[in-house]
């Protein structure tokens, strides 16, 4: 059976010496495009624009620390902690998706408390924003072949030259695909029905679906972490673990929150 093989060039072009890559450019059309919805969701319900600016300012920064830290705590230690300096070293790759939601969350939280918003409903419209945006950085990492699948004999499998020459499940396109659907999902609740009106419960709904996705689809990646385990879970399952648990509470709490108000009335 001949499969796709895939050995694009990281790098967009060079000019005068200066390197454009894929991966840059698809990271700030996830920017772009995460910032796009959140500015009609904001004209929509006639909040004002002049927030968003600062709001991406905080929430890049969160990203950016956030799945830094995250990888060289969580998936590289023994190397970190002994080169701690070269944690600084974010142009050599090593950004954890994990890392980059919780810094999302604490960066937020900042915000809101800067400028006195509610936090649960810039979580819950940051949520469908932030689905569409790991659409995008999935697709950055298979153009640099990175975060691979495990080797198998499907027939949409793909062989990643840079790596090796077997057939391997094509995992960020898995994961890409299952963001974009969520995008989707998540777009269509907001747009059609009573649930951004309930605190907490897009945001809940998100976290459940992303790290379900994200759960499953690790059974078909190359362990990422450095380390031996003898764990049958790989490190993004347990990580994942917390940010469903998370996601089940915010909708519980948010039914039970719409019930008292139901009965209030």
Known sequence: MEYFSWDMDPVLISIFGISIHWYGVLFATAILSGSQVMKWMFNRENVKLALLDSLFIYCILGIVI????VHCLFYAPEYYLSNPLSILAIWEGGLASHGGGL??????????????LSYLWLLDRLAVATALFGFFVRLANFINSEIIGIPTQVSWAVIFEKVDNLPRHPAQLY????????????????KSTSIKRHAGALFGTFLCLVFSARFAIEFVKVRQASYSSELALTTGQMLSIPFFV???VLIGLALKQNKRNKSAN
């Open 66 to 69: 956030g799945a830094r830290l």
């Open 175 to 190: 994961e890409a695909l299952a963001y974009l659907l969520i995008f989707g999902g998540l777009l269509a609740l907001y």
């Open 103 to 116: 810094g999302v969350i604490l960066a937020v939280y900042l915000f809101q408390r800067k400028y006195q």
């Open 246 to 248: 998370g996601g089940v």
